[in-house]
């Protein structure tokens, strides 16, 4: 581990599940926005909110860019957070996404995109087991890379260590990882999780050498199998614990 640990350079408010508003670049982004009230969303597996966001939609201020790594499941964007959308100019998913939402701009994996003097590269994500696209369809990670500024990965939900060690090694240093976790598991798998859980989290921070890891997504959803404890606690016993940083709901945070 080296020093590069303690740099502060993310200004984050974690508003609940995948949602995280960061300042990066001279811009305000978003990660999969999710706003409503807890409740039931029907379809091949039923999903359950149990908590509403730490921030309502109309209280988190205006956003420049929405990253959406899919937006095919309600605990990534619910209702409210498909109304959000509109009042953002750039969304940018999946091309499955693009092809759903009208003025979303679906970016194909490792393509890049340049808003100011921030550049983007979608990065490979795997919702589940290898296969998983046929049930659980296409999502997407980014990487966000800017003079003078940490490289920044967003995972998405993704449960495969491989493509972050792919992606580490395509990107090169890494200096901030936000980390969807949480072990989500609806059964459509079985016994398998199709997003990080703590092991497997803590093999993905191996592979980011000494990146800051920001974990979200592990919370307010019924099929959430561990916490964020359970995640420290493992982060602890594999000698990470300086690696980890926990955002507080509602509550801005320099990382």
């Known amino acids: ?6 740099r502060t350079s993310l200004q984050a408010l974690h508003i609940g599940g995948p949602t995280l508003r960061f300042r990066y670049g001279g811009l305000t982004w978003l990660t999969d926005p999710t706003f409503d009230a807890p ?8 999903l359950h909110k149990l908590t509403g966001p730490a921030v309502a939609a109309d209280q988190v201020g205006a956003v420049d860019i929405v990253l959406l790594s899919h937006d095919q499941h309600a605990d990534n964007l619910d209702t409210s957070g498909r109304e959000f959308l509109a ?3 750039t969304v940018l998913s999946t091309p499955d996404a ?3 939402i009208e ?3 679906g970016m194909a994996n490792w393509e890049t995109a340049t808003f100011g003097p921030v550049t983007v590269t979608a990065v490979p994500a795997l919702h589940g087991p290898e296969g998983a696209e046929a049930l659980a369809g296409v999502v997407t ?4 890379q800017a003079p003078g500024e940490p490289t920044v990965y967003v995972s998405g939900d993704n449960a495969s260590v491989d493509l972050v060690a792919e992606i580490a090694a395509r990107i090169g240093r890494i200096d901030i990882a936000v980390l969807f976790v949480g072990a989500a598991n609806p059964g459509r798998f079985g016994d398998t999780d199709v997003t990080l859980n703590a092991r ?3 093999q993905a921070a191996q592979h980011l050498d000494d990146a800051v890891i920001v974990p979200v997504h592990a919370e307010g959803w019924g099929h959430f199998s ?3 404890e359970y995640l420290a606690r493992t982060f602890e016993y594999a000698g990470r614990s300086a690696q980890l940083r926990i955002p507080p709901l509602g509550r801005e945070i320099a990382v």
């Open 1 to 6: 581990m080296t020093e590069t640990i303690a």
């Open 39 to 46: 409740g039931e969303y029907p379809g091949p597996i039923t």
């Open 87 to 89: 009042s953002v100019d």
């Open 98 to 100: 693009a092809a759903r």
């Open 103 to 105: 003025g979303v701009r």
């Open 141 to 144: 990670g980014f990487v966000l």
């Open 200 to 202: 497997t989290a803590v």
């Open 226 to 228: 561990e916490t964020l």
